[in-house]
């Protein structure tokens, strides 16, 4: 007999325009977040405000998506997929016209607050609705390689539609651009999605679970951010790390006992859920702590302006979008720990590369490792999505996706925040160690200038091949982590589950 889900499943035709659909909210929404970023400094000359100060609005925005996420997947997985999705792109677009409005830095925080609730309702619902829309294993693995690889795309057309975009019209121009794209992707969802739930009766939310899951992510995203601006021994970092533990401990208990909680713990149980997470938290903290270094580097010490690093970026979309369906057409194939190991080992040597570089580098020199790198990162983007929702129940995928979307975000949020440590640390190291080893020969304060300066150039290029190197080294261990994600596959469905 034909279930609830299945009547609503739509034919094959209208699958691949809800995939589009779910594209075009998820491209909109990971564009909003890479090209805000380029219009920073002219907020800061408008506002009036510090450098210091108009780093909240990223901030904002971080710890807002994060703490949201698992809200609107349960949510979603409660009262529709679709009403969710509807709803967070909706107030999307109106958080995106108030940015584009905004009078201070006060009432843009608040708005890019808005904007990021709503923003992360896409992650959890899109993937869901994918998941309950391709049912087989294989064509679902291909619909999630397509999907993931609209993330590379955003983060790649960000600085080169932002560029000429402020440069014309002005920084208030990025989020109203919003309006007009984001009302043609709601009609879009409203016109092909249709509406799945939970076939699980849901009676009750999970408040309680969710305000202690917020607070305690609050002050994690929140010290991961600022720690290296506090200092991570400083006051403030100690209070939130002790707040990181108490709202934690409190989520975990609340959670055993909850009827519907917010967080099933129960997927912490799946090894093949868990062995995914972490594979997929070593990828995302190695890849972006290391990558956002990369734009910093080609203005710094190669020269280049944003709109040209923007440009350098291309073909890691296109290496991105490439490399997605192939990773989705081994699935039944090839066991998908081995794809992904291969996959992540692929990348790991994209960004071994990296350590090469120099005030001497080509803009082929970064070019190349980001494709390597990009090719290894979408290789293995479906069959890790895939895994991920076969490896729960249909009812759950929602949930499952936005612990999924939590993990990249923290992942992010760790690797950038080591990185930039090992940076830092390395700089002053190499200083000292640099100076000791050198002598000065010359006799005016012109040429101890320039002999200060080359052991500074020196220290700073030296301590970026270290971080490049450490992270290749965390994403060599996390292909062979992926080796321990054992699945099995039926050769008809393609369906995943726990081996004992």
């Known amino acids: 007999m034909e279930t609830a889900l299945e009547k609503t499943r739509p034919k094959n035709g209208l ?17 909003d977040q890479t090209i805000v970023n380029l219009a920073l400094p002219k907020m800061i000359s408008d506002f009036g405000i510090s450098v210091s100060s108009a780093g909240w609005i990223a901030t904002a925005y971080i710890l807002a998506n994060a703490v949201f996420v698992p809200i609107w997947g349960k949510l979603g997985d409660t009262i529709g997929r679709k009403k969710v999705y509807i709803l967070g792109f909706s107030i999307f677009i109106v958080g995106s016209v108030l940015a584009g409005l905004a009078w201070n830095l006060s009432s843009m925080i608040v708005f890019r607050v808005i904007q990021a609730i709503a923003g992360s309702a896409d992650y959890p619902t899109a993937m869901a609705i994918i998941a309950v829309t391709f049912k087989k294993g294989k064509e679902r693995a291909q619909a999630l390689g397509i999907w993931s690889s609209s993330f590379a795309a955003a983060s790649v057309f960000g600085p080169l539609l932002g560029g000429p975009l402020i440069d014309n019209f002005g920084w208030r121009s990025v989020f109203l651009v919003n309006l007009p794209v984001g009302l043609l992707g709601l009609l879009m969802a409203i016109m092909f999605i249709n509406e799945s739930v939970s076939e699980k009766e849901n009676i009750i939310f999970d408040w309680w679970g969710s305000i202690t899951l917020g607070l305690s992510l609050t002050a994690l995203v929140l010290v ?29 208990r609340i959670e055993h006992h909850s009827r519907e909680p917010i967080v099933d713990l129960k997927f912490f149980r799946n090894s093949v859920f868990v062995n995914t997470l972490i594979n997929n938290f070593v990828v995302f903290m190695g890849m972006m702590g290391s990558v956002f270094l990369i734009p910093i580097f080609a203005q710094t010490f190669l020269g280049y302006d944003a709109t040209q690093t923007g440009f350098l970026f291309m073909p890691m979309a296109f290496m991105m979008v490439l490399a997605s369906p192939i990773g989705a057409a081994l699935t039944g194939k090839v066991q998908a720990r081995y794809t992904i190991a291969v996959s992540t080992f692929i990348a790991a040597i994209g960004i071994f590369l990296f350590h090469y570089l120099d005030p001497k580098s080509t803009a082929l020199d970064i070019i190349l490792p980001l494709s390597v790198m990009a090719f290894g990162m979408g290789a293995g983007m479906a069959p890790r999505t895939n895994i991920i929702a076969s490896a729960v129940p249909e009812n759950e995928i929602g949930i499952a996706s936005s612990i999924l979307a939590l993990a990249r975000n923290i992942a992010g949020a760790f690797g950038i925040a080591i990185f930039g440590t090992i940076l830092n640390n390395q700089i002053e190291s190499n200083v000292l160690s640099i100076s000791q080893q050198s ?8 040429q101890y200038r320039q002999f200060i300066a080359l052991i500074t150039l020196k220290a700073q290029i030296s301590a970026y091949n270290t971080v490049f190197w450490v992270a290749s080294i965390i994403l060599f261990i996390g292909s062979f982590s992926a080796l321990l994600i054992k699945v099995k596959q039926e050769k008809t469905n393609v369906k995943v589950t726990v081996e004992a």
């Open 15 to 31: 699958r691949w325009m809800i995939l589009l659909t779910v594209i075009v909210g998820t491209f909109l929404g990971r564009l």
């Open 224 to 252: 991961l951010d600022k720690g290296l601006d506090w200092g991570w021994t400083s006051l403030n970092s100690i209070l939130a790390y002790l707040a990181v533990l108490a709202f934690g401990f409190i989520f975990i």
């Open 439 to 446: 002598v000065f020969n010359g006799h005016t304060s012109e």
